[in-house]
């Protein structure tokens, strides 16, 4: 069973940088899947802000992509997010997920999510 | 980017009722359309893959279909465990896009 973990600061300052990390246990980050970051602001839907390969291959939400940076650490099997000049407007509960590829199956799902972790932005 | 437009935003029902949840992508997606139910407090999870798709370990009640750009999702006989958020969402292009979700509340 993949449990994945998400720890770093709860709190970041206007114009700081908000850093995070997913631990991955029970399955290696080396599998055949991507791993994603997603969040949701309190009250508010769900938005996909980008994902990494093992191989350090990633792809990231447009609207976020100046300001994300999303890194593996094979060695820790964990991968990590830095989402640079934050706002009030980044005050989101953070997830990791294992955005998964069946075989044969049309495109891809989230099948194993953290448990999320609250991130508010304030001085 | 792909728009994802579900309706009803929220709904009342009662223990027992037939549900219909109903997702449209803003072009045709093809099945590349998941589901997820969210319960307060708690992590997405996933329901339905590639359209139709039951995940393992989801009660066989809950059903999903369409293709392009219309979609269903279905909760045949709605339990008490089931009043919750449920979101959609396409993988068939970048970026990942959900649907804004449907709040399933208890009449």
């Known amino acids: 069973q993949v449990q994945l973990q998400e720890s770093g600061p709860g709190l970041v300052k206007p114009s700081g940088t908000l850093s995070l990390t997913c631990a991955v246990s029970?399955?290696?980050?080396?599998?055949?899947?991507?791993w994603s970051w997603v969040r949701q602001p309190p009250g508010k839907g769900l938005e996909w802000i980008g994902e990494?390969?093992?191989?350090?291959?990633?792809n990231y939400n447009p609207s976020l992509k100046s300001r994300v940076t999303i890194s593996v650490d094979k060695s820790k099997n964990q991968f990590s997010l830095k989402l640079s000049s934050v706002s009030a407007a980044d005050t989101a509960v953070y997830y990791c997920?294992?955005?998964?590829?069946?075989?044969?199956?049309?495109?891809?799902?989230?099948?194993?999510w953290g448990q999320g972790t609250l991130v508010t932005v304030s001085s | 980017d792909i728009q994802m437009t579900q309706s009803p935003s929220s709904l009342s029902a009662s223990v027992g009722d037939r549900v219909t949840i109903t997702c449209r992508a803003s072009?045709?997606?093809?099945?590349?359309l998941n589901w997820y139910q969210q319960k307060p407090g708690k992590a997405p999870k996933l329901l339905i893959f590639?359209?139709?798709s039951l995940q393992s370990g989801v009660p066989s009640r809950f059903s999903g279909s369409g293709s392009g750009t219309d979609f269903t999702l279905t909760i045949s006989s709605l339990q008490p465990e089931d009043f919750a958020t449920y979101y959609c969402?396409?993988?068939?292009?970048?970026?990942?896009?959900f649907g804004q979700g449907t709040k399933v509340e208890i009449k």
């Open positions: 590639a359209a139709s």
């Open positions: 072009q045709s997606i093809s099945n590349y």
């Open positions: 990494i390969y093992h191989s350090g291959s990633t």
């Open positions: 969402q396409q993988s068939y292009s970048s970026p990942r896009t």
């Open positions: 029970g399955g290696s980050i080396t599998s055949s899947n991507w």
């Open positions: 997920a294992r955005d998964w590829t069946g075989i044969g199956v049309a495109g891809t799902s989230f099948d194993y």
